[in-house]
């Protein structure tokens, strides 16, 4: 399949693969995972000319023991935008039928490149946040505020979100998030307590910041769940008596598998979730680098997105 690219997200991976810390994205390489894209050409009669898709960015062998469990996402021999895979940042982009999902009428190609990171937020609460659960979001950024939206579609009871930076903090309360910290100033173990007693069932950690885990263990209440979504700059040191007092389980959640993708396209396509208020500003590709640089010195945003048609 040759897909038109129409929309590409820029996430943190492709800000730190630009800045060389990647730990498997090395330059030379094409970044963007987070498309979507016209068919201009195909030879998978479930596609024709002119269909509107977003891509699933992850290839796996599906031969291996992973692959035939059901875990594809953990093949070993998966190959990702950047990693074996030319990324999505270019005016067009090979992709094979199996992963591309398709776009509802009225559904834009900024919506649906916003799929991507809904499948990492949906993937990363699936057997971990369930109705009734109090649920605590350690960072507010793209991910952690769609944690927040997901976990409140899975019917959770309570949802706190802490977050540093005002601009996040004020999209989360447009969004209707109900508690919001700023852990800068005020006490969020304090918050935590009073509005859950003996801690939180679930405490998602979208910060790579050093100390998230170590508030994520005291957080959560005995025998809660702490789920780990980001990759840390390096080794941590922290004290685990914590989990081991209260028999914490700690969880790592990386990408998504190819049911998540799609309950994440069902949530975009049937508008249950408007993911349109997350994008903050759309470029021409010639203008990535610029993005790029304003991304690196902090700029204020949650979801910037290429339009390698501009």
């Not at 820029?10 to 016209?38: M, N, Q």
């Amino acid at each position: 399949m040759l897909l038109r690219m129409r929309a590409v997200g820029l996430c943190g991976s492709d800000l730190h693969t630009w800045r060389g810390h990647h730990p498997f994205r090395k330059p030379p390489v094409v970044l963007g995972h987070e498309g979507a894209g016209e068919v201009v050409a195909s030879r998978d009669p479930a596609f024709g000319v002119g269909d509107r898709v977003a891509v699933l960015p992850a290839l796996s062998c599906w031969e291996c023991g992973q692959c035939e469990a059901g875990r594809p996402h953990l093949c070993r021999r998966k190959q990702v935008p950047g990693g074996g895979w030319p990324g999505m940042l270019s005016e067009y982009f090979a992709a094979p039928g199996r992963v591309l999902v398709p776009l509802a009428d009225g559904i834009g190609y900024d919506e649906g490149a916003l799929i991507e990171p809904l499948a990492v937020a949906w993937h990363c609460t699936t057997g971990a946040v369930t109705a009734g659960d109090s649920v605590a979001v350690l960072g507010g950024g793209p991910i952690g505020s769609l944690v927040a939206a997901v976990s409140r579609i899975r019917g959770a009871s309570t949802v706190l979100v802490s977050d540093v930076k005002a601009y996040n903090r004020e999209f989360l309360c447009q969004q209707g998030v109900p508690h919001v910290v700023d852990p800068a100033v005020d006490d969020l173990l304090a918050a935590g307590a009073e509005l859950t007693g003996d801690g939180f069932d679930v405490v998602v950690v979208a910060s790579g910041h050093p100390t998230c885990l170590a508030e994520a263990m005291a957080l959560a209440r005995p025998r809660g769940r702490v789920v780990l979504l980001p990759m840390f700059a390096g080794p941590l040191s922290v004290d685990l008596n914590p989990a081991v007092l209260k028999e914490i389980t700690l969880q790592g959640s990386t990408i998504y598998t190819p049911a998540d993708f799609g309950q994440a396209a069902r949530l975009v396509n049937e508008r249950i979730l408007d993911v349109r208020p997350y994008l903050t500003a759309t470029f021409p590709l010639a203008e990535t680098p610029d993005v790029l640089t304003s991304m690196d010195a902090g700029v204020d945003h949650l979801k910037l997105q290429i339009d390698p048609t501009r």
